[in-house]
């Protein structure tokens, strides 16, 4: 389990969600529902997955909303490295103003924007 944002106690119902979460992702269930996953997206888009932001090999997948947690549907998980993963709950965690937006929305924007960041340091020579 992740720790709690600096400054924000956790109640015992967000702990007890927490810990629900954590049980999910280390389940067998949680492995076969992202094997199929890559299945079901290698044959819509007809190549492998790759990390959304940065573009390289993909190891986690991200939920961009919670809601059907344990049967999520395809839109609701997208493939990133784990650096990116990494990066996107940074930013998620550590700067307010992504939490004032809906959970998909501000995932779709952070993505967005490490994509375009990732360009431009590959176009620049930094990466």
């Known amino acids: 389990m992740r720790d709690p944002r600096p400054g924000v106690a956790w ?10 979460y954590a049980l ?11 094997q199929r996953w890559a299945v079901e ?5 007809g190549r492998p997955p790759s990390c959304l ?8 997948l991200h939920h961009r909303n919670y809601d059907r947690l ?7 998980l997208i493939p990133l490295c784990r650096a990116c993963h990494e990066r996107l709950h940074a930013h ?3 700067i307010p103003a992504w939490r004032t937006r809906p959970r998909p929305q501000a995932t779709d924007a952070l993505v967005a924007h490490m994509r375009h960041t990732h360009q431009d ?3 620049d020579g930094r990466n």
Do not use: Q, V
């Not at 109640?11 to 927490?18: E, G, L, S, V």
């Not at 932001?53 to 986690?60: K, S």
């Open 121 to 123: 340091e590959t176009r």
């Open 70 to 76: 344990g049967d999520e549907n395809h839109r609701d």
């Open 11 to 20: 109640t015992p119902t967000r702990i007890a969600t927490r810990r629900k």
């Open 92 to 94: 998620l965690d550590l």
């Open 53 to 60: 932001a940065c573009g390289g090999g993909w190891e986690d």
């Open 41 to 45: 997206e290698t044959r819509t888009a």
């Open 24 to 34: 999910y992702m280390n389940s067998p269930a949680w492995h076969a529902r992202k």
